[in-house]
DNA sequence: TATTGTTATGATATAATATAACAATATCCG
DNA sequence: CGGATATTGTTATATTATATCATAACAATA
């Protein structure tokens, strides 16, 4: 990777992927395999697909890539994948998106938060206790009881702003 | 509105919706006036039938409505009003509904947050400084500049926990 | 009042996203 | 094995959203 002198080092460290699709891959066989569910080669496969990309990517877009190489292949099949691999925490949906896009940390739960960039289309997912606490707090105190939360911002990248 | 025990006092009052139609209705021809832009009969018209809903309801089903009484509306006339209101801060996307709900607050910008009710639907907006900041403060640290964002929990209301 | 630029709406078509329903296989487990 | 369960195949359809071009209303001048 490449260094910016007006590009935040922390964003540069946070947004590497890096060689990151079979260390992701081989989490989430172990995460499956302790679990006790089948990481079939389908999803494995959408798994990798969605690795990959690099990016949020849609529902579609992941299955004309599959489609390639799995003649067979409708959108039931990669929504199939998709809300299995999401269910198990190993993919994240974008809402705002309607994309998807691979967990940096899964096997523990994590109340995930993303920045996505206007421009480029990229996501980066933070590790944040803080507003998840802050949420529980304000769903406590009014007697709701919370199941799922999806904190999602937009703008522009520390790249993106450079232009 | 009757009054329960088991529900939280704190919810039943932020969640207290009352008669509130044309309250919002005239606050945002105020504010429209004051920026100078066009509150026309068809955004005024949208802005009634979200609120009528009195919880988030989606762009076809509000199309539903206006064409009772407005039969050349098709899915652009709905898309265009909402974008403005939305443009506006009239109304909020919920985005993991796809669906539009009034802001009870319009007129000075606020991050608003939404707990989501799986069970009955209806969504609570509430003001929040709190998760506001925290999401500028990880953003700045990382040289990212936000222009928008979107808080939503989902669960079950103190109401629909009795069942 | 004409001219003209701008904004808003009408109208048709189509794109993009997501699910229903049922059949066919594959896997698991006694 | 044989029956139950889980997964995938297949077709059709539902739901959400946008593109495009034409027309109408409005606003700002001249
Ligand atoms: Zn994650
Ligand atoms: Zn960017
Ligand atoms: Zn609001
Ligand atoms: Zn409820």
Redesign the pocket.
Known sequence: MSVSKTIPVAWQRAHDHGQCIAPAINAAARICESR???L????RRVLELVWENHKPV????LLDELKRE????????I???L??LVEQGLVH?IQSL??YVGCNDPGHSHKGMFLICNDCGDALEIEDKGVANTIDRFASRLGFLLTSQSVEAAGLCPGCQEA
């Open positions: 006790g569910i089948r079939t080669p389908l999803r849609g529902a579609y877009g799995h003649s067979s292949a409708a959108p039931p099949t929504y199939r994948a809300d299995f949906r309607n994309a």
